[in-house]
């Protein structure tokens, strides 16, 4: 079975600042898609980024950046210019390309505080 | 569009009172989620729907706990009756497609069981 691995369950940040979160998977596919999601207070979940696994390419979405290292099984999360908005639970989810949205596995999440 | 939209925000019942929360889907998608979340075991898939039919509901826990779609644009969890240990925020999320396409989360259900 998949697992995923969020082993900070919080960290802050100076607004302004820049800030990486940690994820790490576990599994013995070669194809295989990895996302970000944000959880503010509001409760939603946001999706923030994705990545597919046979893109050496690190995906980006404005200040959001990953770290895809695809042999370690490591897919961090890099928030640049972090703002206040930005405070909040930060999911890391696989999933096959098989199977897609009904087989998302979720990591534990990490708390980010953003220090004005 | 409004996005995904759940009701009620927050829900507190009795142990043993049969609760209901609802969704509305964003129009459109062909797939609707239902998952739940709590501290202990994080976001859990409980069943999903594919054009208003249930294709997996392998994640639902007891016979308790029931979903319908009566159409398009709505669904509902039931959990008869309920116990202290349902108490989660239950999330419901809808997706175009099943993969190339993002799944979209409405803001949740807290639901408290005393």
């Known amino acids: 079975a998949q697992t995923v691995t969020q082993s900070q369950p919080e960290m802050s940040v100076q607004e302004a600042e820049t800030v990486t979160l940690s994820c790490t998977y576990d599994?013995?596919?070669?194809?295989?898609?990895l996302f970000w999601y944000k959880q503010p207070p509001s409760r939603q979940m946001i999706l923030v980024i994705r990545?597919?696994?046979?893109?050496?390419q690190n995906a980006t979405e404005n200040r959001f950046s990953v770290n895809f290292q695809k042999a370690a099984k490591s897919f961090s999360l890099k928030i640049s210019d972090s703002q206040l908005g930005d405070a909040a639970m930060y999911f890391c989810?696989?999933?096959?390309?098989?199977?897609?949205?009904?087989?998302?596995?979720f990591g534990t999440g990490t708390r980010l505080t953003i220090i004005p | 569009d409004a996005g995904v939209i759940q009701s009620p925000r927050h829900e507190v019942t009795e142990m043993g009172q049969e609760v209901t929360l609802r969704c509305k889907p964003i129009?459109?998608?062909?797939?609707l989620f239902w998952y739940r979340q709590t501290m202990m075991r994080g976001l859990e898939l409980l069943i999903y729907?594919?054009?208003?039919?249930?294709?997996?509901d392998s994640g639902m826990p007891e016979d308790r706990f029931s979903a319908k779609m009566p159409n398009a644009s709505f669904s509902t969890l039931k959990i008869q009756p309920s116990e202290p240990r349902d108490s989660a925020v239950y999330f419901c999320?809808?997706?175009?497609?099943?993969?190339?396409?993002?799944?979209?989360f409405g803001n949740g259900t807290r639901l408290t069981v005393t």
């Open positions: 129009s459109g998608h062909d797939y």
């Open positions: 989810a696989y999933s096959l390309p098989n199977f897609g949205n009904e087989k998302l596995t």
């Open positions: 729907f594919n054009n208003n039919v249930p294709i997996d």
């Open positions: 599994t013995s596919e070669s194809d295989y898609y």
């Open positions: 990545q597919e696994a046979y893109k050496q």
């Open positions: 999320a809808s997706s175009l497609t099943l993969r190339d396409s993002p799944l979209h």
